[in-house]
């Protein structure tokens, strides 16, 4: 028999994760290709630093064919154009690849940000730098209350921010929407005004536009539609991990609130994909499940020197349990969690490339 062809769309977190898992769980009895747009991987936690100093591009990324070379899988840097999913064929920028089995992790149109991390380090650097008080800093939000995070809040966490904002002199506008921006003004929903020197926008998330194009796997914003074994709705050998999956929210914000698809869940449904696609391949059904929902929530906010640890059993309510640790240990943590994943990415036994984590 043959032996079946994997081909993972992206090199990521879910992409690089999913490619090695699954060799890993087939002992290399598998034949995967990456097919990824960046010849990089990046580091995309650390993207709240260069914009003060604190990381260089070269700092946040590393070539990404070495760890995939090292790993037997062979690594294409092209971009997908075009997915035919009933002839299990893609087409790409470096020719046309067929599959047995395909993942999509395809992430994000490029419209990226962390509000809450970029807010405080902002705030931090301002108080290093003697300007603290002759700038006035404003977060607008489409957030219904502070900490609520897109996860629907933890318990004391509004109490939390609040108190973060306070002490900082950061003044909050909540539940609200960008109407437009003029030269020096934020026009939010309703006509108030926010006048700055100095804006940063986070714009909402939006999946890839071949992945929107592919409409009978994708929705309006080319997110893709999976079962909880992170297959699509209509092929049973199409799967898609990370930030390229589609995932309901259970509440209505009067403004719409992004969902944090973090780089936790990300690695957990490329594990669970993989496994999914050997059992598949060893002729057995794919049972390994986990909502995204129910995937525990671990994360860090960082604020420059200090920060919060995010803890829950559940990414999304109803939660048994939840926890938000506040002091200078997250930030701790941030940094070990930079210079951990870049030393043992994804299936947690290799080495990508030796990455300096400095304390700044
Ligand atoms: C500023 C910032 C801070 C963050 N901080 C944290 C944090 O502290 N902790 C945490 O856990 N998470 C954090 N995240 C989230 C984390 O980065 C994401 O969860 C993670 O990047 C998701 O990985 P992914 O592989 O699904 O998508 P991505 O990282 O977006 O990767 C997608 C890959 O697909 C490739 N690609 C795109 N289109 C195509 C195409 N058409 N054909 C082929 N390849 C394609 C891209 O080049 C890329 O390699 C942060 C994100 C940002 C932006």
């Given at each position: ?26 002992h290399?009895?598998?034949d995967v290709?990456?097919?990824?747009a ?6 995309n ?28 899988v062979d ?48 705030s931090h ?7 603290k008080?002759?700038v ?5 939000s489409?957030?219904p209350f ?10 004391h ?6 108190m973060f ?10 539940d609200?929407?960008?109407?437009h ?19 940063m ?8 536009e ?17 079962r ?28 719409p ?6 780089g ?9 994909a993989?496994?999914?696609?050997a ?29 919060v ?6 990414m999304?309510?109803p ?13 701790a943590m ?22 300096e984590?400095?304390?700044d």
């Amino acid at each position: 028999m043959s032996r079946k062809k994997v081909l993972v769309l992206g090199g990521n977190f879910a992409g690089l994760t999913a490619a090695l898992a699954v060799r890993h769980e087939l002992h290399g009895d598998v034949d995967v290709r990456v097919v990824s747009a960046s010849d990089k991987f990046l580091f995309n936690p650390s993207l709240i630093w260069p914009p003060f100093g604190k990381r260089t591009p070269a700092d946040v990324t590393f070539p990404v064919a070495p760890t995939f070379e090292s790993h037997g899988v062979d690594f294409v840097h092209a971009e997908a154009t075009a997915l035919d999913l009933e002839n299990r064929k893609v087409t790409t920028t470096g020719g046309i690849y067929d599959y047995d089995y395909l993942v999509i992790a395809t992430g994000y149109r490029n419209n990226f940000g962390a509000a809450y991390e970029y807010l405080f380090n902002v705030s931090h650097q301002l108080r290093k730098a003697g300007l603290k008080k002759q700038v006035k800093l404003t977060y607008a939000s489409p957030e219904p209350f502070l900490g609520h995070f897109g996860i629907g809040g933890l318990p004391h966490g509004e109490t939390l921010l609040s108190m973060f904002l306070k002490k900082e002199r950061i003044t909050p506008v909540l539940d609200t929407a960008i109407d437009h921006v003029d030269e020096g003004r934020l026009v939010l929903a309703g006509g108030r005004n926010v006048d700055f020197s100095y804006a940063m926008i986070v714009p909402p998330f939006i999946g890839q536009e071949v992945i929107r194009q592919a409409s009978d796997i994708a929705d309006e914003k080319g997110y893709v539609k999976v079962r909880d074994t992170y297959q699509t709705l209509r092929y049973d050998e199409v799967y898609a991990v990370g930030i390229a999956v589609a995932v309901g929210v259970p509440w209505q914000t009067a403004t719409p609130v992004g969902v944090p698809k973090t780089g936790f869940p990300a690695e957990q449904m490329a594990h669970v994909a993989a496994r999914n696609i050997a059992a598949q391949i060893r002729g057995q059904l794919p049972a390994d499940r986990k909502a995204f929902g129910d995937i525990p929530a671990v994360c860090v906010m960082d604020a420059g020197n200090n920060g919060v640890i995010i803890l829950a059993d559940k990414m999304l309510p109803p939660r048994k349990h939840g926890l938000l640790i506040p002091g200078p240990q997250a930030h701790a943590m941030k940094l070990g969690f930079e210079k951990y994943s870049s030393g043992r990415p994804a299936t947690g036994t290799s080495t990508c490339r030796d990455w300096e984590a400095r304390d700044d």
